[in-house]
């Protein structure tokens, strides 16, 4: 199985970091790309079906990193959780060395 690393938006190695998990709120979605934004930063994600992607929805975002650009393997809707909550949570595993 492949494992995607964590990270922030603003942690984002398009050099060196191969695959991915970034979390945030949709902030602008088309056919082909959407925007994604954290409390670190925005960043543009192309997706084939980004049109299926809602303005406002919280989503987390298994990405592969091409040539400085990130391709969504899969999106995950996390639009039922409460977003503060989740970040808080997400916080600590990241303080704590943790990338479950």
Known sequence: ???YVRK???ELNEK???R?????KVIKSDE????LEDDSGRVEINFDNADYIAVDNFV???CTINNGMLKADAVQ???G??????MKIEELYRKAGLNV
């Open 20 to 24: 991915v998990a970034v979390t945030g």
């Open 1 to 3: 199985m492949t494992n």
């Open 8 to 10: 922030k938006i603003s």
């Open 60 to 62: 987390r975002v298994f």
């Open 16 to 18: 060196s970091d191969i």
């Open 32 to 35: 082909k790309k959407f925007i």
């Open 81 to 86: 959780l409460d977003m503060d909550l989740f």
């Open 77 to 79: 809707n996390l639009s």
